[in-house]
């Protein structure tokens, strides 16, 4: 089924530790996002990738880091890990097609210790 | 700036009964506005959108939402809840002019439907 891929679904980190969440999409779109989900915060954008070769920060970057690694995959990392960091993880992609509707991965639960 | 107000962390309506999840957003030129619903340990799945056209949108599951731009509102509702409809809702909107194609999520309304 086409969709946007993410691994892994969980993880569980300690305090310093760096990894890297890996999302692919296979509908051809342009933009690609991460953001994540914190009960009573709604959804925050991290970083996106309005096309392939570009990347921008969203409203919380500090702590990531992002890759675009072509046009079907874009890569966020935790370089040091930190307990804030505790969150669901959702990528997505989006094209004109669509008008800019999202479709999302289903999540990476990531606990940091 | 963008912003998207769920002014209701929770609706709670019984088995039958119509259903209202308000909205309300900011956007400095005409917007695409868009719900989500996500169930219990799930991604986000797609509702409906307004781009264009008929202020009344209908989308999936039965659910459907008005258009309101002199009031700046996107209220999702259905005539009648089921229990199954019971999720997490998010509105969003994109400014046109924006780049990216980024969307503004507000923070969620918690719908619970009682048999």
């Known amino acids: 089924n086409a969709g946007v891929t993410q691994t892994p679904k969980f993880q569980v980190l300690k305090t310093g530790q760096s990894m890297t969440l890996q999302c692919a999409q296979d509908m051809n779109h342009n933009s690609m996002y991460w953001y994540r989900q914190d009960p009573g915060m709604g959804l925050r954008l991290i970083y996106y990738?309005?096309?392939?070769?570009?990347?921008d920060k969203g409203e919380v970057p500090n702590g990531y880091n992002v890759s675009r690694l072509n046009k079907r995959e874009f890569s966020l990392r935790l370089e040091s890990a930190a307990p804030s960091q505790t969150s669901v993880y959702f990528c997505a992609s989006s094209g004109p097609r669509t008008n800019y509707g999202y479709t999302f991965g289903s999540g990476t639960r990531l606990t940091v210790v | 700036a963008q912003s998207v107000a769920q002014p209701e962390d929770q609706v709670n309506v019984a088995e039958g009964n119509p259903l209202t999840v308000k909205c309300t957003y900011s956007?400095?030129?005409?917007?695409?506005l868009f719900w989500y619903v996500q169930y219990p340990n799930r991604g986000l799945q797609f509702l409906l959108k307004?781009?264009?056209?008929?202020?009344l949108v209908k989308g999936s599951y039965g659910f459907e939402a008005e258009f309101n731009k002199s009031q700046t509102s996107f209220h999702l509702k259905k005539p009648s809840a089921l229990v199954s409809d019971s999720a997490l809702y998010f509105c969003?909107?994109?400014?046109?002019?924006?780049?990216?194609?980024?969307?503004?999520f507000g923070q969620g309304t918690e719908l619970s439907v009682k048999p």
């Open positions: 990738s309005a096309s392939e070769g570009t990347t």
């Open positions: 969003a909107v994109r400014d046109r002019g924006n780049q990216g194609g980024k969307l503004i």
């Open positions: 956007v400095s030129g005409n917007p695409y």
């Open positions: 307004y781009i264009t056209g008929d202020n």
